[in-house]
């Protein structure tokens, strides 16, 4: 079975930084592509960074390239985020996802989701 777990989130002022981590566990071979996705009260989750194994790494928009970064350690099946600059209008549950997962003995279908993780930034 595999599972997702988040950390690094908390509560943090305007301008501070946070790296969120999420790591797979799990009888896991390989793991095409990892991210993370957020949501904000009253409204729909959102991506907000997507990298896959090879390195290649999707971004939502460009206010958030420019203070926010994506990496993966492939070896740990582990995903980051650091997030520089973070804004109050930033503040959301964050939460980690995973496709096209590989096992020892079978190929998963759907994305796998984390529990999600909250990130507070005050003004």
């Known amino acids: 079975q595999v599972q997702l777990v988040e950390s690094g989130g908390g509560l943090v002022q305007a301008g501070g930084s946070l790296r969120l981590s999420c790591a797979a566990s799990?009888?896991?071979?390989?793991?095409?592509?990892m991210g993370w996705y957020r949501q904000a009260p009253g409204k729909q989750r959102e991506l907000v960074a997507r990298?896959?194994?090879?390195?290649?790494?999707?971004y939502a928009s460009l206010p958030v390239k420019d203070r926010f970064t994506i990496s993966r350690d492939n070896a740990k099946n582990t995903v980051y985020l650091q997030m520089n600059s973070l804004k109050p209008e930033d503040t959301a549950v964050y939460y980690c996802?995973?496709?096209?997962?590989?096992?020892?003995?079978?190929?998963?279908?759907?994305?796998?989701w984390g529990q999600g993780i909250q990130v507070t930034v005050s003004s």
């Open positions: 799990g009888s896991i071979f390989s793991i095409n592509a």
């Open positions: 996802y995973a496709d096209g997962i590989r096992t020892m003995t079978s190929y998963l279908v759907g994305d796998y």
């Open positions: 990298i896959t194994s090879g390195g290649s790494t999707t």
